[in-house]
T-cell receptor, first 113, second 109 residues
Framework: ETGVTQTPRHLVMGMTNKKSLKCEQHLGHNAMYWYKQSAKKPLELMFV???????ENNSVPSRFSPECPNSSHLFLHLHTLQPEDSALYLCASSPSLERDTQYFGPGTRLTVL | SQQGEEDPQALSIQEGENATMNCSYKTSINNLQWYRQNSGRGLVHLILIRSNEREKHSGRLRVTLDTSKKSSSLLITASQAADTASYFCATAFNQKLVFGQGTRLTINP
């Protein structure tokens, strides 16, 4: 759809589970982002990576752990989540950090029981 | 904060009518972007307008920017059922892109 893919598209997990979200971009971009979208709240920026280096972490709880092994892949490792973490998690990429247009994946709908 | 605020929060119009959504923000910007999101999907970039531009067109979309009033508007002309979605403005400044809460647009047949 946009050159950014996310898997899985839907995930249901218990509070004691460990799971990972995967994002892959095929656009040759250097920056990648994780966002959280909850109902009736603005899009929340969680993490920013530029050239595989984390450049921003917006006070995200440690139960969310990002990993960027290369410029095309971004993971979000989930551990001991809470029901309020249920949301749509969106990955995005952009050519650089410089105020560029961002290209979004379709998102992973996460439900924490 | 820099966050843009869209107005109205929800808009429902008949197919064929024009839809106008507004965005206000509080700080300086380098550019302002509009995105569309279909239900439960990722955001799709629609148009980017730079701080030194006042108006921009793309197909049935027209975006205006008034930096003196710190506001922007998105006009969709001759609306179609496929335009039903949420529309977000995003303000860009100093390597940050901050999204507003969005306007939910419904096009009725």
């Amino acid at each position: 759809e946009t050159g950014v893919t996310q898997t899985p598209r839907h995930l249901v997990m218990g509070m004691t589970n460990k799971k990972s979200l995967k994002c892959e971009q095929h656009l040759g971009h250097n920056a990648m982002y994780w966002y959280k979208q909850s109902a009736k709240k603005p899009l929340e920026l969680m993490f920013v990576y530029s050239l595989e280096e984390r450049v921003e972490n917006n006070s995200v709880p440690s139960r969310f752990s990002p990993e960027c092994p290369n410029s095309s892949h971004l993971f979000l490792h989930l551990h001991t989540l809470q029901p309020e973490d249920s949301a749509l998690y969106l990955c995005a990429s952009s050519p650089s950090l410089e105020r560029d247009t961002q290209y979004f994946g379709p998102g992973t709908r996460l439900t924490v029981l | 904060s820099q966050q843009g605020e869209e107005d109205p929060q929800a808009l429902s119009i008949q197919e064929g009518e024009n839809a106008t959504m507004n965005c206000s923000y509080k700080t300086s910007i380098n550019n302002l972007q509009w995105y569309r999101q279909n239900s439960g999907r990722g955001l799709v970039h629609l148009i980017l307008i730079r701080s030194n531009e006042r108006e921009k067109h793309s197909g049935r979309l027209r975006v205006t920017l008034d930096t003196s009033k710190k506001s922007s508007s998105l006009l969709i002309t001759a609306s179609q059922a496929a335009d039903t979605a949420s529309y977000f403005c995003a303000t860009a400044f100093n390597q940050k892109l901050v999204f507003g809460q969005g306007t939910r647009l419904t096009i009725n047949p």
